[in-house]
């Protein structure tokens, strides 16, 4: 696979794994700041505990790319790329439709449709 389909597929991993220790981990500041929630939700048990799930899942998918990308077979990491990076085209998109928030689709959305453009063109 190309040095570009490699360094987006980084990228994207990269930023799925920021999410999840943000997700988890970060602050009701922190959260409030990058997701626009307000700190009387935030405080609830429940919502931190859906983030924390959420966060987990954004845990597979940036270790899916990792492993996919550097410990699969040669004959199987373009595929296997392909597949976590769509999963992240996915979610972006319906964050996008869902929240409503072009952020969305900038910040998680995008890198992730390079990343299958750049694998298709080099596979």
Do not use: H
């Not at 990228?11 to 626009?36: D, H, K, N, P, Y």
């Not at 924390?52 to 270790?63: D, E, L, P």
């Amino acid at each position: 696979m190309k040095i570009t389909a490699t360094i987006l597929i980084l990228l994207v991993a990269i930023e799925a794994i920021l999410f999840m220790v943000l997700e988890i981990w970060g602050s009701t500041e922190m959260l409030q700041r990058a997701f626009g929630m307000s700190a009387e939700f935030l405080n609830q048990s429940e919502a931190r505990l859906a983030l924390a799930n959420q966060g987990i899942y954004n845990g597979f998918i940036g270790g899916g790319l990792l492993f996919a990308r550097f410990d699969f077979p040669v004959n199987a990491q373009a595929i296997g790329s392909l597949l976590f990076t769509s999963f992240v085209v996915l979610a972006g998109v319906f964050g996008m439709a869902t929240i409503r928030r072009k952020s969305i689709f900038w910040i998680q959305a995008f890198p992730a449709i390079l990343a299958v453009l750049a694998i298709l063109f080099n596979v």
